[in-house]
């Protein structure tokens, strides 16, 4: 976990430092050619370097100890984090969509830009795409959430340059600027999309849910395996981070004694943790075997 947290906070860094450039030079060749959608292009990146603080200020707070007010950790502040990156996402998507209906509906002339803004729009989809590439591949080797999302922004950058970068050669072929709104716009939209589904995503980790029912069969077929564990039940799995916390009830003989009982849990404990990877914590309940209790709280068991 150490170095997960470490690996989180080396991408930010690396966010941070390649938006921030990446920003200045738009902004600046925005400027000098006179291209109002270069510029607003690189305010858009400045936005992305406000994702990677937040991402670098949550790993901090997920390399926290447990303590008396988190006995579980603090590593659910990464989907917390996760549902504030869609926010500025959306929010993003949505200045964009509003600013572009505007100028199309003002429907203004505005001037040729020089061929400076092409240049600068095509490094920035260079770097944008290194930069994506390098959050995707960190984040899924990680699980991590945070960084998966932040990808996913990036992504949208590479889509806006692009639409800029179109917008850019149509005006100067074709000399018609309203070409630019209008694909701005269509930018807009997706980049809302995507903030919807990066919300979509984080909400099931917050209600405990997980998106792989998979996990399940497994933690059945490892309690099978054990000698003396009989009719696996009431399962119940969450996740935190990257993580499996896992809940569950096992029928033993009532004839053991609780030493022997508790060793045929442990082994449970042991097997479940070969067969799944990152599992942070196991509870296992011991009951003796044919044991019916109708006022159990929900969980699955293998019939279900």
């Known amino acids: 976990m150490k170095n997960r947290n470490r ?17 200045l030079m738009k902004i600046a060749a925005g400027t000098l050619s006179g291209s109002l959608a270069v510029v607003s292009d690189g ?22 100890p447990p303590d008396r007010e988190h006995p579980y950790g603090h590593h659910r502040a990464e989907a917390i984090a996760t549902k504030i990156l869609s926010f500025v996402i959306f929010f993003v998507g949505a200045q964009l969509a509003l600013s572009t209906i505007s100028r199309i509906i003002e429907n ?34 990680i699980e991590s959430s945070m960084l998966i ?3 996913k922004n990036m992504q949208n950058d590479i889509i806006i340059s692009i639409g800029v970068l179109i917008g850019l050669l ?35 980790e917050l209600m405990d849910g997980i998106e ?12 099978c395996s054990v000698d003396g564990a009989f009719n696996p039940h009431r399962t119940r799995v969450r996740k935190l981070a990257n993580m499996y916390i896992i809940d569950l009830d096992v029928e033993v003989r009532g004839s053991l004694t609780v030493a022997q009982a508790h060793e045929i849990a442990k082994k449970i404990e042991l097997v479940i ?32």
């Open 43 to 64: 305010v858009d990146s400045t936005t992305d370097i406000v994702t990677s603080l937040i991402i670098l200020f949550t790993a901090k707070i997920i390399s926290q």
């Open 7 to 23: 690996q989180i906070e080396i991408t930010s860094y690396i966010g941070i430092f390649g938006n921030l450039i990446l920003a």
């Open 149 to 151: 999302a932040n990808g």
């Open 212 to 223: 792989d029912p998979s996990v399940y069969n497994k933690i059945f077929n490892a309690v």
């Open 273 to 304: 943790k070969e067969r799944l990877e990152n599992v942070y914590d196991i509870m296992v309940h011991v009951e003796p075997l044919g044991n019916i209790e109708k006022q159990e709280k929900y969980g699955l068991s293998r019939n279900d």
């Open 170 to 204: 149509f005006t100067n072929i074709l000399k018609i600027s309203l070409i630019d709104s209008i694909t701005a716009f269509i930018v807009s939209l997706w980049i809302m999309k995507t903030a919807f589904e990066i919300f979509l995503e984080t909400s099931n």
């Open 108 to 141: 203004q002339a505005h001037p040729v830009p020089s061929l400076l803004a092409i240049y600068a729009t095509l490094i920035s989809i260079a770097g944008k795409l290194f930069l994506t590439f390098y959050h995707f591949a960190i984040g899924k080797r």
